[in-house]
């Protein structure tokens, strides 16, 4: 696939896609006081066709049953990523109500078109030990989220990521986008953003490299491997205790797909997922990734046999590229993270 980066590597380069937070740190924070949650929400103005894939053992969700390319509704007005675990999907309904005040969501009355239904799908991590247990986000958190939208938000130690872990290491939140530079999807924009928060590792304990700069290589990444005491350090962390964890995200592209595009999409994000972590999609995890298709870019379709739907090669493309995005994402939200609570982050150990 040939492809070069977006204008933000960011899931915003996507037309139609808005990311903001809302979060909670205090200036000390430990493994039980003080704030340290947030959420993070990606809004489409209009809407977007969209599915989902949850691989983890343990997830909590919100509205996925909706995306299932089986039933009725096709298109969602934003998604809820927060930290809170279950508590976290309060949140969704503060999202719910900056849509409605804003004429967000399917029109449900042709005579009074501030009667609206938002459609806000939305999952969780488990972040409720760093920081105290009983801060979490709620509906505030939501709408303050949703209101913040833009195409410019941090990274890192941010909105859902803030309270974040990723195996032994601080996690948090990252993105990545590509745009595809030939084939049918030429010009095409995919994009991720990325909450890391495994029970597994996403660093290669041999070489302190993170497991999802495999496919591009240190070099793009401005990475080297760690020194022997470097490695040491990292081998000597204790393994994250927390019995529940969860990756989670968005992946998104500026192409027309229909559910079933959209859910073919969220399954091969996964992809990108199982390269940047190990182990991932474990028990303790709730892996959560939504798709979701703008259609904000034509793209024409393909001549193939009557047996085919007509937008296959594209698909195909996207699915690679989706793969692509969220293997960077991860990375991203890792080596953008900062520490918090006294769990190290990536440069604490390795230096840039």
């Not at 804003?102 to 991590?125: C, F, K, L, Q, Y």
């Not at 939501?142 to 209101?147: K, L, N, P, T």
């Amino acid at each position: 696939m040939r492809s070069s980066q977006g204008a933000r590597n960011s899931i915003t380069d996507v037309e139609g896609v808005l990311v903001g937070h809302c979060q909670a740190i205090d200036a000390e924070v430990t493994l039980g006081t003080g704030a340290a949650t947030g959420c993070t929400v990606v809004r489409v103005p209009g809407g977007a066709t969209a599915s989902v894939d949850v691989r983890g053992g343990g997830p909590g969700t919100r509205e996925t049953d909706l995306l299932d390319p089986a039933n009725t509704v096709r298109r969602l007005n934003a998604v809820l990523l927060t930290g809170g675990s279950a508590y976290g999907l309060a949140a969704a309904d503060g999202v719910m109500r900056w849509s409605e005040e804003h004429g967000e969501g399917i029109p449900m009355d042709p005579t009074d078109a501030s009667r609206v239904v938002p459609i806000v799908p939305g999952a969780v991590i488990f972040d409720l030990p760093v920081g105290d247990w009983g801060i979490r986000p709620d509906a505030d958190f939501g709408y303050r989220a949703a209101a913040a939208a833009s195409t410019e938000f941090a990274r890192g130690t941010a909105g859902a990521g803030v309270g974040a872990r990723a195996g032994a290491l601080k996690g948090g939140i990252g993105s990545a986008s590509v745009v595809l530079a030939d084939g049918p999807g030429a010009g095409v924009t995919v994009g991720a953003v990325i909450v890391a928060n495994p029970v597994g590792s996403v660093v290669d304990p041999r070489t302190g490299l993170p497991w999802g700069a495999g496919t591009d290589g240190p070099d793009f990444f401005g990475l080297r491997p760690g020194t022997p005491d470097e490695i040491a350090a990292l081998v000597a962390l204790p393994v994250k205790s927390m019995v529940l964890n969860t990756t989670i995200g968005v992946v998104a592209t500026d192409a027309a797909l229909d559910p079933a595009g959209c859910r073919r999409m969220a399954t091969t994000a996964h992809d990108g997922l199982a390269r940047a972590i190990r182990p991932v999609h474990s028990p303790l995890d709730g892996d959560t990734l939504f798709a979701l298709a703008t259609g904000t870019r034509e793209v024409a379709p393909a001549e193939l046999p009557a047996a085919f739907p007509a937008d296959l090669l594209l698909l195909d493309q996207l699915c690679t590229a989706a793969a692509v995005v969220v293997e960077r994402a991860v990375v991203d939200a890792v080596l953008q993270a900062t520490s918090i609570a006294a769990i190290p982050a990536y440069y604490d150990l390795f230096s840039r």
